[in-house]
């Protein structure tokens, strides 16, 4: 079901295909952008996480698929490893464009490639700039895949990017991905205003509304309102999602790798035991080595 049927997102447009840019009209983009802050505000428990994680496997090349204005694919340039970055969001690459051009003396960001390019054509997008080129690491967090809707209501288009994000890697190569706690939202009707990710500067509150179809949460809605009270600004926007139930994604995981990668499942970065009640699922799966 789209967005659209039922709540209209105050950023609309349409990318030359595929996934709805929820980003298109620029405003959204721009108040992210305040709202994640830059590399420097991301949390260190996301930093130890993740970097930590792709050296103790070796990789080395990394894909980032959902890479918005570049914040993440920063981090990981700054480390060393050697960074893709696409986007469906046009809007959004400006950001990362305009950051890389602001680095462009720093000979780490030479090899910083970024290009727009869409999960439902993924692999034949990568192949049209970097030909014959599979990575040691796919990453698409942030609870960026659950922007894309199910528009058939079998969730078939959201299989298919699974399955194309784990075309990418190479044998043995991980996918990091997440979702937030959907099952705990649905049931309590509220989502946190803070963030695993990142250490926001702003107030910000969000309002969530779910809607439900026969029974079954098909779409949730949350209405951001960052408070900047120095400059006495207020910037609201609304994002569309669909509501990942763990089981159901967990499954869908599996389906994607033929059910022969290994996949862990975090909770807020940490053991999934240890959070009972964790505002993301982060999984990270290992694509099969034959």
Same mark, same amino acid.
């Given at each position: ?19 709805? #840019? ?15 802050? !830059? ?26 698929? &959902? ?38 003396? #720093? ?22 700039? %970097? ?39 190479? $044998? ?5 991905? #997440? ?37 079954? &949460?098909? %779409?949730?809605? %949350? !209405?951001?309102?960052?408070? !900047? #009270? ?12 669909? $509501? ?6 967990? &499954? ?18 940490? $053991? ?19």
């Amino acid at each position: 079901m789209s967005a659209d049927q039922v709540f209209h997102s105050r950023s609309e447009g349409i990318p030359s295909e595929g996934v709805k #840019d929820q980003y298109a009209d620029g405003k959204a983009a721009r108040t992210w952008n305040k709202f994640i802050g !830059d590399s420097n505000e991301r949390t260190q428990n996301y930093k130890d996480f993740l970097i930590g994680l792709l050296k103790k496997n070796g990789c080395k090349k990394v894909l980032d698929t &959902a890479c918005g204005t570049g914040i993440d694919s920063m981090m990981l340039v700054n480390e060393g490893f050697k960074v893709v970055s696409v986007d469906a969001s046009d809007k959004m690459l400006k950001h990362a464009l305009k950051a890389r051009w602001e680095r462009r003396k #720093d000979s780490k960001y030479d090899e910083w490639v970024i290009e727009e390019a869409n999960w439902e054509t993924l692999p034949r997008d990568i192949e049209a700039f %970097l030909p014959n080129t599979q990575f040691d690491a796919v990453i698409c967090l942030g609870n960026s895949f659950a922007h894309l809707l199910d528009e058939y209501g079998d969730q078939r288009m959201q299989k298919m990017c699974l399955r194309n994000f784990a075309k990418c890697l190479k $044998p043995g190569g991980l996918l990091f991905i #997440d979702h937030r706690n959907y099952d705990a939202i649905i049931d309590s009707g509220a989502t946190p205003g803070h963030s695993i990710y990142y250490n926001c500067k702003y107030p910000v509150d969000i309002k969530t509304s779910v809607l439900v179809v026969g029974g079954k &949460a098909q %779409l949730v809605a %949350l !209405d951001y309102c960052i408070n !900047d #009270d120095a400059n006495s600004e207020k910037s609201e926007f609304r994002l569309c999602y669909f $509501p990942h139930k763990l089981d159901k994604f967990t &499954a869908m995981l599996d389906e994607a790798f033929d059910n022969r990668a290994k996949h862990e499942i975090y909770a807020d970065f940490k $053991p999934l035991s240890a959070v009972p009640v964790p505002s993301f699922y982060i999984h990270v799966l290992e694509k099969a080595r034959d």
